[in-house]
């Protein structure tokens, strides 16, 4: 099973995108086996703690997240025999919380009904700490681990595989980053002139403006500048709104089918942005974040 983690499909947008604008195509991450490209970092945590010695055998796993991480890092737990901690909050998808439960993780709820605020992530981390003390638990850290990097480079190449060129711009929503840097540092192996648009929440514009705030687009903007990410990692930062972001992932499944939650939808809100602007005889990349099942009994695609 845990095989079945990567090789995803690549898509190219025929509606959301107009025939006068560049090609934008899809990396559909909904088809890793939690629906989230989270279980490629999971899977490198896990087994990048275990070649190092720093993971024992039998060992409590624990991290902070929204539940995309989690849900991963229950999957993978549950097929390698860790047991699993989570610390995450009202403020995600109620579907994420099961998902981590159903795979048999213990998980722990800090209460935000505001959404997710500034102070939401650190909290979050400062109790994973605690229960890491508390049971001599190994902590993934997902904000400061390397080993996920290396995993979202395998992404990268599938994108080189897949396409019979290099894109010339990629454009991602950034949480803790490893994904947007993993993926950027590998396809400017193949593109030294890669365009890199780093995308981040309207209300809550750390990366642009230092500056933090509530918003609900999960999966990123957690108010403060992510530790892997580099200065040089980025040509451009983009702002979308919580308004932006739902609505395009609304229009994207409506028109081509991609079935995603809010960070998709800022991605793709960006990528035809960038579409626009580059014209045709250009590629952009973005990817789906996860399946937009996860977000079935919110707002999202309420009425």
Not at 5 to 33: F, H, M, Y
């Amino acid at each position: 099973m845990l095989g079945a983690i990567g090789k995803t499909p690549i898509v190219r947008l025929n509606r959301l995108v107009g025939q006068d604008a560049a090609e934008v195509w899809v990396k559909l991450e909904s088809c890793n086996p939690t629906g989230s490209y989270k279980d490629r970092m999971a899977l490198a945590m896990v087994e990048g703690a275990e070649r190092s010695g720093r993971l024992s055998p039998g060992q409590t796993i624990v991290e902070y997240t929204g539940g995309s991480t989690g849900s991963s890092l229950a999957y993978v737990c549950a097929l390698k025999g860790y047991p699993l901690r989570i610390v995450s909050s009202d403020a995600f998808a109620q579907e994420k919380t099961r998902t981590m439960e159903a795979f048999g993780a213990e998980v722990e709820l800090i209460h935000s009904p505001e959404g997710i605020t500034p102070d939401l992530i650190p909290r979050m981390m400062e109790r994973a700490a605690e229960i890491v003390d508390e049971i001599g638990g190994y902590a993934t850290d997902q904000f400061n681990n390397m080993d996920m990097v290396e995993g979202y480079r395998g992404l990268a190449r599938e994108i080189l595989e897949q396409l019979d060129g290099p894109p010339d711009a990629f454009c991602g929503y950034v949480g803790t980053a490893g994904c947007f840097v993993g993926v950027t540092r590998e396809l400017r192996t193949a593109a030294p002139d890669l365009h890199r648009v780093a995308i981040e929440p309207a209300e809550s514009p750390a990366l642009s403006k230092g500056e933090s705030g509530t918003h609900h687009i999960e999966g990123g903007g957690a108010g403060f500048w992510p530790p892997l990410l580099e200065q040089d990692d980025m040509d451009e930062i983009v702002a979308v709104s919580d308004a932006e972001a739902f609505a395009t992932a609304r229009e994207a499944a409506r028109t081509d089918g991609i079935f995603s939650g809010p960070s998709t939808g800022a991605n793709l809100f960006v990528a035809r942005r960038l579409a626009e602007r580059l014209g045709p005889g250009k590629r952009v990349v973005t990817t789906q974040v996860d399946s937009g099942l996860k977000y079935l009994a919110g707002t999202l695609y309420a009425g």
